[in-house]
Every structure is written in C-alpha cells, then in structure tokens.
C-alpha cells in the first residue's frame, strides 16, 4: 500500500467493516520477576505477537479501513482496495506532534496534540 500525505506519519490504525477500532497485532511484554540487567532487560522490552482471531462476522471479503494521519494530514482509506474515502488537510499553520485513533461512544475518531497547543478531534 502507498499512501502519500504531508509531512511525517504520525499515527496508523486499522478499522473492521462496522468502524470499530482493531486491536494492535502486538503489545507490550512485561516480566515482573526479572530484574532488569544487561539481557534480561533488552528481552524485557521485545514485543511478543498477540493472536487476533477475526469475529465471526469478519469475513475475507468483508472490506477494512485504515486510518493514516500525518503532521499535516489525515486520510481514511478503504481496504482492499486502497481508495481513499476521506482525506482532512489538518492545519496550514502549525503541525501534529502526536495523534492517536480513539473509541469514543459515537464512534472512532482521530485526536490530534498540535505545537500551537490546541487539541483537535477528526471524526
């Protein structure tokens, strides 16, 4: 897949065909009985793969979207077919420093941290 946006990619999430946010294909793996020295503590910072099995709602056929949001832009694509259904130029006079795709209770939206100290939210 080749998305091309403005400025650095910041965040990338994956949608199911209701909207509903995807869990990540990882996360991260703590031992709390190790102490952490030397090469124990660079294992203790590896992610391990989490086993996602799809609903039984989900079938192959079935499309997805994936949520792309850069410094300066943000875009919704459909999947397979990488068309892109909504595309959001996000601020001409500042930029993102962090992003993150929410589940809120309408929905799934995109908050947006920018430089000039404002929050903004893309739904």
């Not at 065909?17 to 703590?30: D, I, K, Q, R, V």
């Not at 090469?39 to 792309?68: G, H, Y």
Request: aromatic residues 6%.
């Amino acid at each position: 897949m080749l998305v091309r946006l403005k400025g650095s990619i910041m965040r990338m999430s994956f949608l199911d065909s209701a909207g509903s946010l995807l869990p990540s294909a990882f996360e991260p793996w703590y031992e709390p009985n190790v102490t952490a020295d030397g090469e124990e503590r660079d294992k203790i910072r590896k992610r391990r793969p989490v086993s996602v099995s799809p609903s039984s709602s989900q079938e192959l056929n079935e499309s997805q979207f994936a949520v792309v949001c850069s410094e300066k832009q943000a875009k919704v694509l459909s999947l397979p077919s990488q068309t892109c259904i909504y595309k959001h130029s996000i601020t001409e006079t500042s930029f993102i420093l962090r992003a993150d795709v929410v589940q809120m209770n309408q929905g799934v939206c995109v908050a947006c941290f920018c430089a000039n100290g404002h929050i903004m939210t893309l739904r």
